[in-house]
Nanobody, 122 residues
């Protein structure tokens, strides 16, 4: 079983910064991609930033230039540096990995963390 655990969320003033971390652990066989999604009250879950296995990155237009995704492959960690935070960034942020479990080493499938709350006050 692949497990993802997010940390680093909290309350911050507008214009401030937070750094989210996601640790992948458990019986993973391979991780093809990792990224961050978020869901605000009354809204659909949306992509924030992702890595592909080749290292390419993809950002939502709303966070481009403010957020930076990074990773430490040796530690199976992915990070999201969030700068110039805005109240509209308030959401639960979820880590997502696409990969395979050693117990199910067939088709890759998504794994989700439990989320970490980010609240940006005006």
């Amino acid at each position: 079983q692949v497990q993802l655990v997010e940390s680093g969320g909290g309350l911050v003033q507008a214009g401030g910064s937070l750094r989210l971390s996601c640790a992948a652990s458990g019986s993973f066989r391979s991780i093809n991609s990792m990224g961050w999604y978020r869901q605000a009250p009354g809204r659909q879950r949306e992509l924030v930033a992702t890595f592909g296995s080749g290292g390419s990155t993809n950002y939502a237009d709303s966070v481009e230039g403010r957020f930076t995704i990074s990773r430490d492959n040796a530690k199976n960690m992915v990070y999201l540096q969030m700068n110039s935070l805005k109240p509209e960034d308030t959401a639960v942020y979820y880590c997502k990995a696409v990969g395979t479990d050693v117990s199910f080493p067939y088709l890759p499938r998504p794994y989700w963390g439990q989320g970490t709350q980010v609240t940006v006050s005006s």
